[in-house]
């Protein structure tokens, strides 16, 4: 397949063949989207008398659908991990569609519970595979003037499934929008055999020649071309510094390194924040949050308010790389957990008035609310704490913490899903919220006192500024803070 002359389809040094590759690339990661909006049309629906299933679906049950996915999510990360390393990034990429098109078409086969909830685990590798495998790829395939556009693809791509989901939950039936899910990665599988692997993967199998193909194809030129064989060169010697180190001894220097381990420790607090803040359990459970904001007489139908938040979302996606690059992170990140923390208080308040019997009022509060959060949450909250991660590893440390920090989330999430619906019936929607509008609020003073700005600045900066010292023209300072 590469061995054809690309400049019959491409010009000299496009960067087509690199687009191309990223957009199949993250249609996993688009039904995963639908996976996780899916549960907001169709949970009410489960639960209805109108219900596809034999009898209206359980609460405790639809919990336990939208949990499942998290709990297997958590183990499931370093079974990918191990994927990636030892069978290739594509073949992962390919395992976590498979896993999608196993989802949807359980889905379609049978609506028992076991079938609803065997279904939404085997997501948890979707989860999995869509966020170990996908940055990976698009990083060892993408050249550095347009990785970061590319890399925005993930959560755009996501956030867009949501969308897409939550209007044909509205308008189709609960079949017809099981067969479009299905269709997408299944699409995928068929399309992406054609894809190459990465040429950095293929360095690692010895594969020098067929990484020289793979990578003059993408870089739309020709493999006696100079500017292939300087790349491939810097690719052979990363692959080298890569080995000098195994998971064992990151995890050890992880722990032991002083400076280390506390941008480890702040990784993981803004891992919290970000997961504690309540928009995943939003998107997961808008339908059913609209339900009860939605005796006002607002115009729009609970489905509907859904679909106004996952277009709120994908406008907050899109404008995140522009705003993370202007403002810095750390500005980025608190503005937006403070405006989140402030609009989740005046969600519960508006909830608690209603619990006490007062009329529902100002119908259209909760709709605002949600919409500042969610959009907060796609401009900054979601985004920055994986930038702020990228930025304050090296190499050495940096895919063993990623896998450590997506395990932590999903774990979060697992719980938080588990127990959102629950909690919600035993002592209503405005303690929950305040809850996270606590987490959001503390979580904005945590920011500002401890978190670094990542932004334009060295690793030893960095290490020099969270280890409390000064990092001006002292040789000490410079040997503590570059012992990576």
Avoid at 217 to 223: E, K
């Amino acid at each position: 397949m590469l061995k054809y002359t690309v400049k019959k389809y491409c010009s000299e040094g496009s960067k087509i063949n690199q687009i191309i590759i990223a957009i199949l690339m993250v249609l996993p990661v688009f039904s995963y989207g639908t996976a996780v909006g899916w549960m907001s049309p169709m949970g009410p629906r489960l639960m209805s008398p109108e219900s596809p299933a034999a009898d209206p679906v359980h609460p405790d049950v639809i919990s336990w659908m939208a949990s499942v996915v998290y709990l297997v999510g958590t183990p499931a990360v370093f079974l990918f991990g191990y994927i990636v390393d030892n069978y290739g990034r594509k073949k992962a990429l390919m395992l976590t569609s498979l896993s999608m098109v196993v989802c949807w078409g359980l889905k379609l086969y049978s609506t028992a519970t076991w079938a609803l909830i065997t279904a939404r685990a085997i997501i948890g590798l979707g989860v999995s595979g869509a966020y170990v495998v996908t940055p990976l790829y698009i990083k060892e395939i993408s050249e550095d003037s347009i990785r970061g556009v590319l890399g925005s693809l993930v959560v755009l791509s996501q956030n867009l499934g949501n969308l897409v989901v939550y209007v044909l939950g509205e308008y189709l039936s609960y079949d017809a929008t099981l067969w479009i899910c299905l269709a997408i990665p299944l699409v995928h599988l068929l399309v992406f055999t054609t894809m190459p692997e990465t040429p950095s993967y293929l360095l690692k199998r010895g594969k020098v020649e067929e990484a020289r193909d793979t990578l003059a194809w993408l870089r739309c030129r020709d493999t006696s071309e100079a500017a292939v064989d300087s790349e491939l060169q810097l690719l052979l010697l990363e692959l080298e510094q890569s080995k000098s180190g195994n998971i064992a001894s990151a995890l050890k220097s992880l722990v032991t390194d002083r400076s280390t381990f506390r941008a480890f420790r702040i990784t993981l607090t803004i891992t919290l924040a970000r997961e504690m803040c309540g928009c995943l359990t939003v998107l997961h459970f808008a339908s059913l949050i609209f339900s009860e904001a939605s005796q006002g007489g607002w115009v729009l139908t609970a489905n509907q308010q859904a679909a106004v938040l996952g277009v709120v979302q994908l406008i907050g996606s899109c404008t995140a790389s522009s705003l993370v690059e202007r403002t810095g992170r750390k500005p980025l990140l608190g503005t937006t957990c403070l405006i989140s923390g402030v609009a989740l208080c005046v969600l519960g308040s508006w909830f608690y008035v209603q619990s006490l019997g007062d009329g529902a009022g100002a119908s259209w509060l909760p709709v605002a609310a949600l919409c500042l959060c969610i959009y907060c949450d796609a401009a900054g909250l979601q985004p920055v704490p994986f930038v702020i991660m990228t930025e304050m590893f090296s190499f050495q440390f940096r895919g063993t913490v990623t896998s450590i920090v997506i395990s932590f989330a999903c774990a979060l999430v697992s719980v938080q899903l588990r127990v959102f619906q629950p909690l919600a019936t035993a002592v209503g929607l405005y303690l929950i919220f305040w809850l996270f509008a606590g987490i959001c609020l503390i979580s904005t003073v945590y920011i500002a006192l401890v978190v670094p700005e990542t932004r334009m600045r060295s690793i030893d900066e960095i290490y020099a500024e969270i280890g409390g010292k000064k990092c001006k023209e002292s040789k000490d300072c410079e040997a503590d803070v570059t012992r990576l």
